[in-house]
C-alpha cells in the first residue's frame, strides 16, 4: 500500500513502513482583533493560490493552512502524481483528508534514512516517483491507539525545481492482467 499510518514508538526501527500520508504542522498564531481570520473558503483559495514551498517552515505553514482550511487543492499542487493510477490517488486524498480536523501535537521534517524505502520497496513492485529527501512527521494530539504512542502520519517528501513535494509510491509497471 502506498500510504499507511504509522504508530511510532519511542524507539524507531530502521525498516519504517513508509508511505505518504496526512501530514500537518503546528502553526498557532493569536488571531488579532482588528483582523478576523480568513474563513475556510478564503484561506482555501490562498494556499491553492501560493506558490509552493521552498524551505523547511514554509513547507509546515502550507501544509498546516490547507490542513487548518481543509483545502484538498493546495494537496492536489502539493503531491507529485507523476504515475499515479486514478484508484491510488482517490485513496490518497481521501487518507489526507482523513487528517482534516485532527489536532496536532507537533510536526517535523526530518532527513529520509537511507534504507527508509527498503521495506516498501523490496518486492520490486513499487518506487519512489522521485528521489526522496525528507520525511514530514505529523504526530497527532489523540489517545494512542495502542502502546503508548500517539497516532503519526508521515509524508515522503523530495524537491523538484527548487520546491519542496509530496513523493509517492508507484507501481514499477502494468497492472497484473492487462
Known amino acids: ?6 504508530k511510532v514508538r519511542h524507539t ?18 493569536p488571531a488579532g482583533a482588528q483582523s478576523p481570520q480568513p474563513g475556510p473558503q478564503e484561506g482555501a483559495a490562498a494556499a491553492s493560490a ?13 501544509v498546516t493552512q490547507a490542513i487548518r482550511d481543509h483545502d484538498v487543492a493546495a494537496f492536489e499542487r ?16 481521501y487518507q489526507i483528508r482523513s487528517g482534516f480536523g ?11 534514512p537511507e534504507d527508509g524505502l527498503a521495506e516498501a520497496t523490496a518486492r520490486g513492485t513499487l518506487k519512489a516517483n522521485m528521489p526522496i529527501t525528507d520525511r ?9 491507539v495502542e502502546g503508548d504512542a500517539a497516532p503519526t502520519s508521515v509524508f515522503l517528501i523530495g524537491r523538484e525545481a527548487g520546491t519542496y513535494r509530496i513523493a509517492l509510491l508507484v507501481p514499477t509497471g502494468p497492472p497484473k492482467g492487462k
Open 12 to 29: 524507531m526501527k530502521p525498516g519504517l513502513r513508509l508511505a505518504a500520508l496526512a501530514l500537518a504542522g503546528v502553526l498557532a498564531g
Open 102 to 112: 485532527r489536532p496536532i501535537k507537533a510536526a517535523s521534517l526530518e532527513p529520509m
Open 136 to 144: 514530514l512527521r505529523v504526530v497527532f494530539d489523540e489517545p494512542p
Open 78 to 93: 502539493l503531491v507529485n502524481w507523476t504515475g499515479t493510477r486514478a484508484q491510488r490517488k482517490r485513496l490518497t486524498l
Open 1 to 6: 500500500m502506498i500510504l499507511h499510518r504509522l
Open 50 to 62: 501560493a506558490p509552493l514551498p521552498s524551505q523547511p517552515d514554509a513547507l509546515v505553514a502550507y
